[in-house]
């Protein structure tokens, strides 16, 4: 019998812990975790997106897509990705703690750093540890290098490859 997987998202601002029950998981394996995704209420400027989960860059890279398909921008979380597995109830649990600080990358190519007071304010508040700060600070470090010099466009051909299949 497969292991079912049960996939969340442990947020600090707000506290909340929210399953993504309504994902699909397209490929996983022990580094990544590619899955697909559609807005819970609809929305005017986006309809869905497909999901890069990396682990060990502790990463979540999104193609996020309007509703006819086109790209509206690129979205990614930092994160680091919890995994516990209940061999008696054969499911594997992947709870995503989103470290607060994302980055956007337009179609054109414009960079946004998002969020960085909410991460100040979790670590003063006590709701993420100096580790997890330093975690979240390096790996948006890496990421950013890795946009500005090209390294980006990895994630973003496995994206748009998933995102053509599935059309």
């Known amino acids: 019998m497969a292991a079912s997987i049960q996939l969340y998202r442990q947020r600090h601002i707000p506290e909340e812990r929210i399953p993504l029950s309504g994902d699909t998981v397209l490929f996983l394996d022990d580094s990544r975790l590619i899955t697909r995704w559609s807005t819970l209420k609809p929305r005017k400027d986006f309809a869905s997106g497909i999901s890069i989960f990396d682990f060990e860059k502790h990463w979540k890279i999104t193609r996020v897509a309007r509703a006819d398909g086109s790209l509206y921008h690129w979205y990614c979380d930092i994160m680091t990705m919890h995994i516990s597995h209940d061999t008696e109830q054969s499911t594997s649990v992947y709870t995503m703690e989103d470290l607060l600080i994302d980055i956007t990358v337009l179609p054109d ?5 998002l969020d960085l007071d909410e991460v100040a304010d979790a670590f003063a508040q006590g709701l993420i540890t100096g580790d997890d700060l330093i975690l ?7 990421l950013l290098k890795l946009i500005e010099n090209g390294g980006f466009s990895v994630y973003q051909e496995t994206l748009e490859k ?4 599935l059309r």
């Open 109 to 113: 190519g414009t960079v946004h750093v």
């Open 136 to 142: 979240a600070l390096r790996a948006a470090d890496e």
């Open 162 to 165: 998933y995102a053509k299949e």
